[in-house]
T-cell receptor
């Protein structure tokens, strides 16, 4: 158990819908990262937050957004969902931007 | 931009045999390199990392990797495979000086037969 909690574990939704994925980092970790793992794109970095502020951005679509709240948990919002958004979404956390990142078990999103 | 190439999407070994998973990287700056393992229905677990210093890095579960700058390689090895090593392994390079913004390879699935 890495200490990073992601909910829900599985999510099935229809095209065009909006979903929110939640991540609770390890106690004391200030930095949260979101990654997408899909069959065609592999593991891709989406976005990083550090203590509530966006720190780095990767290949995140405009339909996707994220935020980190004062209690340090983070949410990834995916809207206007398409079939191609079906993937495993991982959250990771670290103490700082330079520390080892611990990954959660992921949320498997299926868009039908 | 940094990139990682993992040779071989699948590697099969017998239990007790040497494990060698290949990783080559491209980086415009001194790289931070990582190997992660992913078991079925699990998240990613850090096996080992290279930041600076000693080029032979030892990790968990008996794995080690050697950073070779001249070959831009960071291959993962284990002297004797165990059935429990069957998993997917990812090599990654950091675009920064830490763990942020990791660029992952496509992964290598290790199959271990008795």
């Amino acid at each position: 158990d890495s200490g990073v909690t992601q909910t829900p574990k599985h999510l099935i939704t229809a095209t065009g819908q909006r979903v929110t994925l939640r991540c609770s980092p390890r106690s004391g970790d200030l930095s949260v990262y979101w990654y997408q793992q899909s069959l065609d794109q592999g593991l891709q970095f989406l976005i990083q937050y550090y203590n509530g502020e966006e720190r780095a951005k990767g290949n995140i679509l405009e339909r996707f957004s994220a935020q980190q709240f004062p209690d340090l948990h983070s949410e990834l919002n995916l809207s206007s969902l398409e079939l191609g958004d079906s993937a495993l979404y991982f959250c990771a956390s670290s103490v700082s931007g330079g520390g080892e990142a611990f990954f959660g078990q992921g949320t498997r999103l299926t868009v039908v | 931009a940094q990139s990682v190439t993992q040779l071989g999407s699948h590697v099969s070994v017998s239990e007790g045999a040497l494990v060698l998973l290949r990783c080559n990287y491209s980086s415009s700056v001194p790289p931070y390199l990582f190997w992660y393992v992913q078991y079925p229905n699990q998240g990613l677990q850090l096996l080992l990392k290279y930041t600076t210093g000693a080029t032979l890095v030892k990790g968990i579960n008996g794995f080690e990797a050697e950073f070779k700058k001249s070959e831009t390689s960071f291959h993962l090895t284990k002297p004797s495979a165990h059935m429990s090593d069957a998993a997917e392994y990812f090599c990654a390079v950091s675009e920064g000086t830490g763990f942020q913004k990791l660029v992952f390879g496509t992964g290598t699935r290790l199959l271990v037969s008795p």
